[in-house]
């Protein structure tokens, strides 16, 4: 069957920590893969999007890697804050109907603490 | 710029009852999404539009539940004979194209069915 896997216990580090989350996924072929921030009682918000044949992929304190082989993209924060505490959703864009589908990960929730 | 709003932000009902919820989208974006999130849980995909028509209809749940969009604009996601398993937070979002493009989100309206 297919599955997203994101680790569903929170995460809870030290700030200045680098945080890293895996999203794991089986019987998926996703063209791209995107991470999205979700705050408690808002709408996801996008943060990075990476394509298949990119290995990684980075954006000021993130960094995003794809392993097509592996079924595996991690996702780090680097110097981590407080403010960084949410929840972070993968999704996968595969092709059905002849558009991208965004398939969601549960998320896993990050917690910074001071 | 305005961003995806939605209406209700919150709608308490009684089951059996219909209902219906709003959302207006970025100006611009074609493509439009439905999306259902209950507590903890990650989020289930609804149905797409494009432009007026909804190629990918496949996560409407039963057919108590409907979807239309206008003038390429404001899409209306109907419950009729609302359930209390339909209760959750039901996320609208919409983007310029829907091939790697980020999603914009709007703020969901939390429906809870007594």
């Known amino acids: 069957s297919q599955k997203i896997e994101q680790n569903s216990e929170a995460l809870n580090i030290q700030e200045g920590k680098t945080a890293t989350l895996t999203c794991n996924y089986t019987?998926?072929?996703?063209?791209?893969l995107q991470w999205y921030r979700q705050d408690p009682g808002r709408g996801p918000v996008f943060l990075l999007l990476i394509r298949e044949n990119e290995k990684e992929k980075r954006k000021e304190r993130l960094k995003v890697t794809f392993d097509t082989t592996l079924k595996q993209s991690l996702f780090h924060i680097t110097a981590s804050q407080p403010a960084d505490s949410a929840t972070y959703l993968c999704?996968?864009?595969?092709?059905?109907?002849?558009?991208?589908?965004?398939?969601f990960g549960a998320g896993t929730r990050l917690a910074v603490h001071p | 710029g305005a961003g995806v709003s939605q209406s209700p932000s919150n709608k308490v009902t009684e089951k059996g009852k219909d209902v219906e919820l709003r959302c207006d989208p970025i100006s611009g974006h074609t493509a439009l999404y439905w999306y259902r999130q209950s507590l903890g849980q990650g989020l289930e995909f609804l149905i797409y539009f494009q432009g007026n028509s909804a190629p990918d209809k496949s996560g409407l749940p039963s057919d108590r539940f409907s979807a239309e969009r206008t003038g390429g604009s404001v899409s209306t996601l109907t419950i009729q004979r609302t359930q209390q398993e339909d209760s959750a937070v039901y996320l609208c979002?919409?983007?310029?194209?829907?091939?790697?493009?980020?999603?914009?989100f709007g703020p969901g309206t939390r429906l809870t069915v007594t």
């Open positions: 979002a919409s983007s310029l194209r829907d091939r790697a493009y980020e999603q914009y």
């Open positions: 999704a996968l864009e595969v092709l059905s109907g002849g558009y991208n589908k965004l398939i």
């Open positions: 019987n998926y072929s996703p063209a791209y």
